[in-house]
């Protein structure tokens, strides 16, 4: 399963806003390296830099004073146009001064209202304790530096919309289905048009909170104007004129990911056993794998409430419930078309990195991908989900196992400032070894390869990983 594919597991960033900010990271890379989180997805402080320094300066926009809100439009069965428009017009006591200069502040971030046991992840994210960085609401931020009546979004696949009010100002909820069972999904979203300082908040809302609970949070939501630049709780916000100049260059353009390589390129292919240079005086090696049906092998203080929900009492695991999928649109809703079980296996690997330099590492990021490869037409193919053949009335696949990841999911040595996936410390000529582990499927274990770069990806080929070397793990 691709992360980009998951519709609704994690909240969708825009796709004009992505690109800017993968623009901005592929510009830095080389700066620092990303952590990996236990929601298991890449993150990096550079992102946010470069993201503030673009959007933190001061805006300037020239637009009429009017009356503006923020109205839904229905668009098709199940299609729903949000927009902000100007009302000014045949109100009699509406004094208009046009082309009057609207300035537009850097605010800050006030939540004024929780659910219980729900915290703050960081500015803008918020989960239960009991499900940290896995649900609950997330927000992000547009600057209407062209003017609030340039606002405009169009979503399809609502199950149900509604116009309200928050704290004064006009938002729209709006519901999606939820076809991922018992799983937390952002099933929920929320616009909030802050017309006052020209903002305006989509916040992302998951299945474990209720409709009532967005709301209260929603309009227990301020946005203070502040001229601390170093203020914890200043808002990080996309110019909504770029969203739309990006959209338009993307429009007709399809990204292709790289899912095919040479034999030739697959070159630096190693074995198990094989040890092979990192970079930077760093060598690895994966000195064993082994395969089992429990997790056993796993040390059970480290596993969260993800790994525990997919073993039976006896810690066997459980099959993989495979849903195809009927893709919504404007004028359908998301549905099931069939569903099938598959069994489970547990990878385990035994890695060790050696310091071949004179001098101590400290802070040694490492990680561990699984992505799943096969020879088709006498090349090697990023195997991606099943597709739907002719006549099929589904477009996607959701894996609702641990096994949709191909990120390592296990890991038993911890550092760093989060206490994530880095080695503190490792002397000249020392060698650490590392225990990772992953969920694959059970017919999945003939097509395994293992990347330890820690500059590339897992779905799809790279440069860094293929100069690296991919290690045959297959079964």
Not at 266 to 286: C, P, W
Request: proline content about 2%; aromatic content about 8%.
């Amino acid at each position: 399963m691709r992360l980009e594919d998951m519709k609704y597991e994690f909240p969708k960033m825009p796709k004009e806003m992505s690109d800017m900010i993968k623009r901005e990271v592929e510009k830095q890379v080389k700066m620092e390296q990303p952590q990996f989180g236990k929601n298991r997805r890449r993150t990096g402080r550079i992102a946010a830099a470069s993201l503030a320094a673009v959007m933190l300066c001061g805006t300037t926009v020239f637009a009429g004073v009017g009356i503006y809100r923020m109205q839904q439009e229905k668009a098709g069965a199940h299609g729903v146009n949000v927009s902000i428009s100007d009302h000014t017009a045949g109100n009699s006591n509406t004094v208009v001064e046009t082309q009057k200069t609207l300035s537009i502040p850097n605010v800050k971030l006030e939540v004024g209202y929780l659910p219980e046991g729900m915290v703050e992840t960081e500015n803008g994210k918020y989960s239960f304790e009991n499900a940290l960085n896995q649900g609950g609401v997330s927000m992000a931020f547009f600057r209407m530096d062209n003017g609030d009546d340039k606002f405009q979004v169009q979503q399809g696949d609502v199950v149900s919309s509604e116009d309200f009010s928050a704290n004064g100002h006009d938002a729209v909820y709006l519901q999606y289905p939820d076809l991922y069972e018992e799983d937390l999904t952002f099933n929920q979203r929320i616009y909030v048009a802050f017309t006052d300082v020209h903002y305006v908040m989509e916040m992302y809302v998951a299945s474990d909170v209720s409709k009532e609970e967005a709301f209260k949070i929603a309009e227990s939501v301020k946005l203070v104007p502040t001229e601390d630049l170093q203020d914890e709780n200043l808002v990080v916000a996309q110019n909504w004129s770029e969203c739309q100049e990006h959209a338009e260059e993307a429009e007709g353009v399809e990204f292709e990911a790289r899912i095919t390589a040479s034999k030739e390129e697959m070159k630096h292919t190693h074995a198990i056993g094989d040890s092979f240079s990192l970079g930077e005086g760093l060598d690895a090696k994966v000195s064993k794998v082994q395969v089992a049906d429990d997790i056993s092998l796993l040390d059970a203080s480290l596993l969260d409430e993800d790994f525990r929900k997919e073993v039976d009492e006896d810690g066997t695991l459980r099959p993989a419930t495979l849903q195809y999928v009927r893709e919504g649109g404007l004028d359908a809703l998301s549905e099931e078309v069939k569903s099938r079980e598959a069994a489970q296996k547990l990878v385990y690997a035994t890695i060790e990195y050696t310091n071949t330099t004179k001098a101590e590492m400290t802070d040694v990021l490492f990680s561990a991908n699984l992505p799943r490869i096969a020879e088709a037409d006498g090349q090697m193919r990023i195997v991606e989900d099943e597709k739907p053949g002719e006549g099929d009335e589904w477009q996607r696949v959701i894996n609702h196992g641990l096994s949709s990841f191909w990120e390592m999911t296990y890991y038993d040595v911890h550092g760093g400032e989060r206490g994530n996936n880095y080695i503190a410390s490792i002397k000249p000529g020392e060698t650490v070894t590392v225990h990772v582990a992953w969920i694959v499927l059970e017919e999945e274990l003939d097509k395994l390869y293992l990347s330890l770069d820690t500059n590339g990806g897992c779905y799809e080929f790279d440069d860094s990983s293929l100069e690296t070397g991919y290690v045959d793990v297959r079964q």
